[in-house]
Every structure is written in structure tokens, then in C-alpha cells.
Nanobody, 115 residues
Framework: QVQLVEFGGGLVQAGGSLRLSCAAS????????MYWYRQTPGKERELVAG???????NYADSVKGRFTISRDNARNTVYLQMNSLKPEDTAVYYC?????????WGQGTQVTVSS
């Protein structure tokens, strides 16, 4: 059974930092491209950052220079370091793993940034 479990969400003041973690099980983690998405009520889920199995990364323009995605294949874990947080970063953050036609999602973790 595939599971992606996110940790690390919470409430933080604007300008602060949070680190999200996503632990994967049931997949060969190292061959999966891993992503962080976020969603706010009434809006579509949007891509925040991705890290490919090669280690290459990409980011949404809105988070470039503030967020860093990384992975530890030995721990089957992907991270999202979020710095200089803004109220508009408030959302439910989801971890996702994609490989060919296989797509898996975590349950989400709430991040709330107060002004």
C-alpha cells in the first residue's frame, strides 16, 4: 500500500519559516519525481515545487528564492523549506509522487501565515 504522509505544517507569522516533510512508503522512492502542491478554498491546486529523480528542481515563480525543495532517497522523504513566508502562502500543502501513469498524493498539511 502506497502512503505519502506530510508533517510540519502549522501557524507562523509573516517572515517566518517552516519545513515540511513528506515520508513515502510502498514505492521505489528514488525513481519517482516528487512535488509539493498547495490549495486554498475555491481555487485549483497549484504546483509549488518539484524535484525529479535526477535531482533537478523547479519552482513556481511565486516561491522562487524563498522555498527550497530537497529529497533524501535513503529516508524516502521529500522536504520543502519555506522561508520569508507571506500571508498569501497560506494553504493546504500536498505532497505528490509521479512516475509514468502512477500518481500518489498525501493527505495534506495546513500552513497558515499570519500578518
Amino acid at each position: 500500500q502506497v502512503q505519502l504522509v506530510e508533517f510540519g505544517g502549522g501557524l507562523v507569522q509573516a517572515g517566518g519559516s517552516l519545513r515540511l516533510s513528506c515520508a513515502a512508503s510502498g514505492i521505489i522512492f528514488s525513481i519517482y519525481d516528487m512535488y509539493w502542491y498547495r490549495q486554498t478554498p475555491g481555487k485549483e491546486r497549484e504546483l509549488v515545487a518539484g524535484i525529479f529523480n535526477s535531482g533537478n528542481t523547479n519552482y513556481a515563480d511565486s516561491v522562487k528564492g524563498r522555498f527550497t525543495i530537497s529529497r533524501d532517497n535513503a529516508r524516502n522523504t521529500v522536504y520543502l523549506q519555506m522561508n520569508s513566508l507571506k500571508p498569501e502562502d497560506t494553504a493546504v500543502y500536498y505532497c505528490a509522487g509521479f512516475r509514468a501513469s502512477s500518481k500518489y498524493w498525501g493527505q495534506g498539511t495546513q500552513v497558515t501565515v499570519s500578518s
